[in-house]
C-alpha cells in the first residue's frame, strides 16, 4: 500500500506569491491533516477535511486556504507568501475513527 | 489553548535506558500521542495513550496521567538509531477532530 505523498517535495517563491501544495493520502483515507513545521514553533495545525469538508482549522490567517477532493486529495494554498512562510509543510491521512496520522514526506516551502 | 511543555535536547548512551517527560495543558484532552521524526524524514507514529497507566511496545513504553496531565516516552536498550527528535502531541476534544496540537520537541542523541 503507498505511503501519503506530497508534491512538490521542495519550493522556492519569492514573497507575495502565492503556491499551491498538493497531498495525495493513504488509500482509503478519507481525514487529511496540513501541519506546518518550522524550528521554532514545531508542528503546528493547519485545518483538516474530511470529505470535502473543513472539519477543523488552526490559529492561521486566512491566507492560509485549503481544499480537499471527491478522491480525498487535498491541496492547501498560501497566498501573498512571507518570509515567516518558509517551512516544511506535512500533511497526514487517517482512516476513519481511528486516531493513528500517517505522515507525508512534506513539502519543503523557502520564501525569499 | 494548548501548551505542551518538552525538554527540548537530551543524550543518553547507547544501550542505556532514557525518559522523555512531556507536560500539557489543554482546554480539551482525547488522548496522547508520542511520534518518532528523524532529521529530513516525516514523523512516525509510535504510541498512544487515553486513559491513565503505561503502554508497552517493544524497547517503547508511555505513560500517562491525566490528572497531572504529564506523560513519558520510556526508550529502553537504546540503539544509535534511536537518536531523532521525539514529539508529544494532544488530540482536541472537539467531536471527530483529528488535529493534533504538538510538543516542539525532544532531540535525543544517542552516544556510543
Known amino acids: 500500500k503507498a505511503g501519503v505523498t506530497q508534491t512538490p517535495r521542495y519550493l522556492i517563491k519569492t514573497r507575495g506569491q502565492q503556491v499551491t501544495l498538493s497531498c495525495s493520502p493513504i488509500?482509503?483515507?478519507?481525514?487529511v491533516s496540513w501541519y506546518q513545521q518550522t524550528p521554532g514553533q514545531g508542528l503546528q495545525f493547519l485545518f483538516e477535511?474530511?470529505?470535502?469538508?473543513?472539519?477543523n482549522k488552526g490559529n492561521f490567517p486566512g491566507r492560509f486556504s485549503g481544499r480537499q477532493f471527491s478522491n480525498s486529495r487535498s491541496e492547501m494554498n498560501v497566498s501573498t507568501l512571507e518570509l515567516g512562510d518558509s517551512a516544511l509543510y506535512l500533511c497526514?491521512?487517517?482512516?476513519?475513527?481511528?486516531?493513528?496520522?500517517?505522515f507525508g514526506p512534506g513539502t519543503r516551502l523557502t520564501v525569499t | 489553548g494548548q501548551n505542551i511543555d518538552q525538554p527540548t535536547e537530551m543524550t543518553a548512551t547507547e544501550g542505556a535506558i532514557v525518559q522523555i517527560n512531556c507536560t500539557y495543558q489543554?482546554?480539551?484532552?482525547?488522548?496522547l500521542f508520542w511520534y518518532q521524526q528523524h532529521a529530513g524524514e516525516a514523523p512516525t507514529f509510535l504510541s498512544y495513550?487515553?486513559?491513565?497507566g503505561l503502554e508497552e511496545k517493544g524497547r517503547f513504553s508511555s505513560f500517562l496521567s491525566r490528572s497531572k496531565g504529564y506523560s513519558y516516552l520510556l526508550l529502553k536498550e537504546l540503539q544509535m538509531k534511536d537518536s531523532a527528535s521525539y514529539l508529544c502531541?494532544?488530540?482536541?476534544?472537539?467531536?471527530?477532530?483529528?488535529?493534533?496540537?504538538f510538543g516542539t520537541g525532544t532531540r535525543l542523541t544517542v552516544i556510543p
Open positions: 502531541a494532544v488530540r482536541d476534544l472537539a467531536p471527530g477532530a483529528n488535529n493534533l496540537f
Open positions: 488509500s482509503g483515507h478519507r481525514s
Open positions: 495513550n487515553v486513559l491513565d
Open positions: 477535511y474530511f470529505s470535502e469538508t473543513q472539519r
Open positions: 497526514a491521512s487517517s482512516r476513519d475513527f481511528s486516531y493513528e496520522q500517517y
Open positions: 489543554t482546554s480539551g484532552f482525547n488522548g
